[in-house]
Structures are given as C-alpha cells and as structure tokens.
C-alpha cells in the first residue's frame, strides 16, 4: 500500500471511506455527494465530477442498505420547532401554523410528526434520528440566525422547507410573510392617525423576522418624514411578559409617546396591561398595533388593530413544497430558485385600539 493510501486509511476506525470523506476530498457538502449518489439532477457538473474522482480515489463504496432505505417512503413529515411546550400549545401562532401543516398532511394521507428541540443535546438526538431516515422531509419553525439544524437537515440529503428564514440569504427553502411591510403598514396606519412618536417593541434581533419588522417600522417613518428615535425601541421575546417588560423600558425612557407598534400580538397584549396599569387610555393617549390578527387581537379590550399574516396558509403551502420536494427527489438537499422562496402578503386589520 502507497504512502497516500495509508494516510487516508490510518484515521479510520474500519478501514471504509466515509461520506464525509467523499465530500472533505471533493471540496463539496455531504448533501451533495448523497445527491451525487442517488443520480438526482439537482448537482452541478463540476460537481458530479468531484464526488466522482473523490469516490474513485478513496475506493467509496455506499452502503446499498441505507441507499435502499432513503428511496423508500416513510409516509411521515417532522414539523420541528425549538420552543418550550408552554410557548408552542399556548400561542395562537403555533397552533394556527400546526393546523394548517396538519390539515395538509391528512390530505395527502401523510403522518405528522411534531418535534420541540430546545437543547444542544435534544438537537444531536434529532439529527441521529433523521440520519436514519426515518421522516420523508422536515419543516421547522421558529428558526434563530445562529440555528444549524436546517444546513444539517439538508446535508443529511432530507428535504427541508422552513417557515421564515434565518437571513435575507437564506439557502434553504422557506415560505414567509411580509413582514417588511408588515411594520410599514403599522407605522404608516399610525402616522395617518395623527401620531407622531411611535415607538416599537420587536422580536428578538437574532430572528430575521424580528429584523424585517424593525427594518419596516424604520422605513415606515421615514416614509411618513417622522425622525428616528432610538429611545422609542425596546427589544423583547415574542411573549406577553416580554411585552409588559419592554413597555415598561419605553415608558421610563419616552413617557411622552403616543403610539406603540408591537411585533406580535402576544407582545402588544402585554404591553396593554402596562398602558392601563400607568392610566394610559387606549387609543385616546396610545394607539397600540399588533402583527398575526390572532385570536389575541380579537378578543382584546379594546379589539386590537393588527396585521394580519396568513399563519395557516402558510403551514399548507410550506408542506405543499415540502411534499413537492420529496415526491421530484428525496435525497434534494438545500433548493434554490424562487420556487423554493415564497413570500405570502400581509394585511392591516384596523380595530378600536388605534
């Protein structure tokens, strides 16, 4: 055996190329040597080429049992989503978003399978289980910036479709919501209302859904030719308490503001309680605006002026694509084109509390 051979052998605990190693020596992904593999046509020729002379060189040769196993069908869909139980089962977000995927899978006779991941360790027993194959594809939701289960999933040859996207560069498929002009909308309903310092409480930063309604809320000012002013911005978490917390931080820092755009109506429900308990009437002294148009919103006191995202279409439409993908290729991995990228609008539903 040459010296070359023995190097590459020597870190191996059975002396059998791996998958990892196809794709390390081939300067390519995992997923894209599994698409390799399984002849998808979903791979660049530079890159078939690649996997072909790394397979070539190292003597790979794939296991026929797992190859057999990821052609088959498991008439199963993983929704996953990296919240607590209390969060999930009590926002009306989630649960509209799990209507609408589970509604679309019964259709098309598929099994849902639904997956709260909130640690590191939690993350490592999924991804073993989906290095099984056991689900056909996998959706995810709540999604932070940092969060690699997606470029995992996809490398893994699974099909992945997320609701919303970590970035505006996002490489996986999604299916989101206007959110940028989302928080446009808001400001500019605000601003035609007569007020001038509207202050906002968004998601957390880390999300691209919290950053695309702060980015429309800042657009939305500028539009209207109100400046901006950094002391009517408070960061929160999605939650009701985060909402109380963060309204409290704007009262303390702008007592004189006359308008509140929440990113979510959960948060804005929260920030009522807070107006009310400083004697703040709604919306004679604050006008007060949310985004989902949940029940939340409905039922509020006063009923709760929101933008409304359509939460469970958007479960159906991302399980479409998803079923799309695993129907053309099971082993697609990340997409690409704006197929795969899809943008659902939103709409301002005006009620008394602005």
């Given at each position: 055996m040459h010296e070359g051979s023995s190097r590459v052998v020597s870190g191996r605990r059975n002396g059998r190329p791996t998958l990892e190693e196809v794709a390390a020596l081939a300067g390519v992904g995992r997923g894209t040597v599994s698409r390799v593999i399984n002849g998808s046509?979903?791979?660049?020729?530079?890159?078939?080429?690649?996997?072909?002379?790394?397979?070539?060189?190292?003597?790979y040769v794939p296991n026929q049992a797992a190859r057999a196993?990821?052609?088959?069908?498991?008439?199963?869909?993983?929704?996953?989503?990296?919240?607590?139980?209390?969060?999930?089962?009590?926002?009306?977000?989630?649960?509209?978003?799990?209507?609408?995927?589970?509604?679309?899978?019964?259709?098309?006779?598929?099994?849902?399978l639904l997956t709260l991941v909130r640690t590191e360790a939690e993350?490592?027993?999924?991804?073993?289980?989906?290095?099984?194959?056991?689900?056909?594809g996998v959706l995810l939701a709540s999604v932070h910036g940092d969060d690699p289960l997606p470029?995992?999933?996809?490398?893994?040859?699974?099909?992945?479709?997320?609701?919303?996207?970590?970035?505006?560069?996002e490489p996986v498929a999604y299916v989101d919501s206007d959110n940028i002009g989302a928080g446009r909308a808001a400001v500019a309903h605000l601003a035609g209302r007569g007020r001038s310092r509207i202050a906002t409480i968004s998601g957390p930063l880390d999300m691209y859904v919290a950053r695309a309604r702060?980015?429309?809320?800042?657009?939305?000012?500028?539009?209207?030719?109100?400046?901006?002013?950094?002391?009517?911005?408070?960061?929160?978490?999605?939650?009701?308490?985060?909402?109380?917390?963060?309204?409290h931080e704007l009262l303390e820092r702008a007592p004189g503001l006359d308008a509140v755009f929440a990113?979510?109506?959960?948060?804005?429900?929260?920030?009522?309680?807070?107006?009310?308990?400083?004697?703040?009437?709604?919306?004679e002294d604050v006008a007060l605006v949310g985004v989902d148009d949940s029940a939340v919103a409905r039922l509020m006191d006063p009923p709760l002026t929101s933008v409304r995202q359509p939460i469970e279409e958007m479960g159906r439409t991302m399980t479409r694509l998803l079923l799309q993908k695993v129907a053309e290729d099971p082993g697609a991995?990340?997409?690409?084109?704006?197929?795969?990228?899809?943008?659902?609008?939103?709409?301002?539903?005006?009620?008394?509390?602005?």
């Amino acid at each position: 055996m040459h010296e070359g051979s023995s190097r590459v052998v020597s870190g191996r605990r059975n002396g059998r190329p791996t998958l990892e190693e196809v794709a390390a020596l081939a300067g390519v992904g995992r997923g894209t040597v599994s698409r390799v593999i399984n002849g998808s046509p979903r791979v660049s020729e530079q890159a078939r080429d690649a996997v072909a002379r790394a397979v070539a060189e190292l003597g790979y040769v794939p296991n026929q049992a797992a190859r057999a196993l990821a052609g088959s069908r498991t008439g199963a869909v993983a929704l996953v989503i990296p919240e607590t139980e209390a969060r999930v089962f009590s926002e009306p977000y989630f649960l509209d978003l799990i209507r609408g995927v589970s509604a679309e899978l019964a259709e098309a006779d598929k099994q849902l399978l639904l997956t709260l991941v909130r640690t590191e360790a939690e993350r490592q027993r999924f991804e073993h289980y989906l290095a099984a194959q056991r689900v056909d594809g996998v959706l995810l939701a709540s999604v932070h910036g940092d969060d690699p289960l997606p470029d995992r999933i996809a490398e893994l040859g699974l099909p992945v479709v997320m609701n919303g996207r970590r970035s505006e560069a996002e490489p996986v498929a999604y299916v989101d919501s206007d959110n940028i002009g989302a928080g446009r909308a808001a400001v500019a309903h605000l601003a035609g209302r007569g007020r001038s310092r509207i202050a906002t409480i968004s998601g957390p930063l880390d999300m691209y859904v919290a950053r695309a309604r702060l980015g429309g809320y800042r657009a939305g000012l500028a539009e209207a030719g109100i400046a901006p002013d950094e002391s009517l911005v408070a960061t929160a978490d999605f939650t009701e308490e985060g909402g109380r917390r963060a309204m409290h931080e704007l009262l303390e820092r702008a007592p004189g503001l006359d308008a509140v755009f929440a990113a979510s109506d959960v948060m804005a429900a929260g920030a009522r309680g807070v107006l009310r308990e400083a004697g703040r009437r709604i919306p004679e002294d604050v006008a007060l605006v949310g985004v989902d148009d949940s029940a939340v919103a409905r039922l509020m006191d006063p009923p709760l002026t929101s933008v409304r995202q359509p939460i469970e279409e958007m479960g159906r439409t991302m399980t479409r694509l998803l079923l799309q993908k695993v129907a053309e290729d099971p082993g697609a991995g990340p997409a690409a084109g704006e197929e795969q990228r899809r943008v659902l609008p939103t709409e301002l539903i005006v009620r008394d509390s602005s």
